[in-house]
């Protein structure tokens, strides 16, 4: 019987996990230009956890969770509840009253897969908590606008207000109106959930609905007068730091726990699969898992699948990292030389390779290519009578094999000639 993996599973192979390797170092140092530090938090939870905070009528809890119903624990679908449910179990707002944190790593949903879709994907996700201002918005925001323009990746930005829980009723009652005014034209799920939850109405994807919403209410035209001028000053702060965004009264999210802004930066490269990256406000969730009242939190994440797809379909891309010298030894005393020359270059730091299986000169070669070496160094059993080996330029197939001591001072001073990081 043939094992492959899951559908909807993907390994990351080598020659491409060196590309999410650059990613994810990228990532944190922009993190850490921005005063983020890291949190780790586990991929098991319990499943009362994301029921509570993203919602029991939403696709996710509804449908998507990889659930153990016997014992009531889930395969975290996103990273944010769990970060507040951490920051609340350890105490963290209160040993500093704002936390700015991300977290890299694989999610799970059970959605159905697609180019861009998987049901084990990864995100960069950040959430600061403890800070109400708008101007953490913008700022979140632009580090995301930083993140791709770093990247050379074409994105929009658009922006949404949903609210708060005192002017989102109100708003909540005319789209309930609107909604059973044209009910028998909507999905089968907008029908079931156009009760329970008649923001999803908005958000959903399936064409008929679309047609049927294009006149439905605003939420930006019921805003509170607090909502109102939050959103007002996070769209001036967008435009002081000179971040184009467009306006989408559509926008609800997949997830109930927003309030007040939420964002989506799209890309028209990936088809159907179109946001790379996407959050928001929720000032109400931390109470909610239990933390202290009023507690505003705010943040959003990156799909890092759609960003490598992103990356990979542009040219510049090399993917597989060399090593800095391919050792081949020929015949018994060159081999050995070679295995211990091979431990000392390690512990100076070099990457080395080397062959076991006693293979001729020309298939070593072959091999110090695919190894994508910088140089390679001959050993064989007359170079090391004369105590040198042969070095020769992978790269420069111009340049000159010259002789090279076998000693570690010699290889050292080639540390000029390497490519760094
Ligand atoms: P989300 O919109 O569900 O939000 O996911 C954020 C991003 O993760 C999406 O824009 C997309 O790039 C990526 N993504 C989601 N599902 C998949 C999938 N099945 N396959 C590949 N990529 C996917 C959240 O998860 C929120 N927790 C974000 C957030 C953080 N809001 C506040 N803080």
Redesign the pocket.
Known sequence: MKLNALK?FKDILPGEVELWQELEEFSRSLFAQYNFTEIRVPLLEETALFSRA?GDVTD?VEK?MYTFADKQQTLR?????S?IRAVIENGLLVKKPVQRLFTIGP?F?H?R?QK????????L???VLGSKSPLIDVELMSLAALFFKALDIDVSLEINSLGCKKCRPAYREELLDFISSHKEHLCGDCQRRSTTNPLRTLDCKTPSCRKQIADAPSVQDWLCEECSSHFITVQEGLRQLGINFTLNKFMV???D??NRTTF??LTDDLGA?A????????DGLVELLGGAKNTP???????????ILLLLQKDEYTLTRGVDFFLAGLGKAGNAKAFELAWQLRQEGFSVALDYEGRSLKAQMKLADRENAYFSVIIGEDELAGGYGLLRNMKNKDAEQRKIPLTLESFLDLTEELPGE
Do not use: S, W
């Open positions: 909807g993203i996710i998507e679908p996103e990273g944010t509840a970060i999610m949903r959605e897969p861009g879709r998987l049901r084990q994907f990864h995100q996700d950040m959430e999210r997949g997830l726990y927003y989506e930066f699969q946001a790379v990256a996407a959050g928001g406000r929720y939190g705010i943040g959003f994440a990156i799909g890092m699948e759609r960003i």
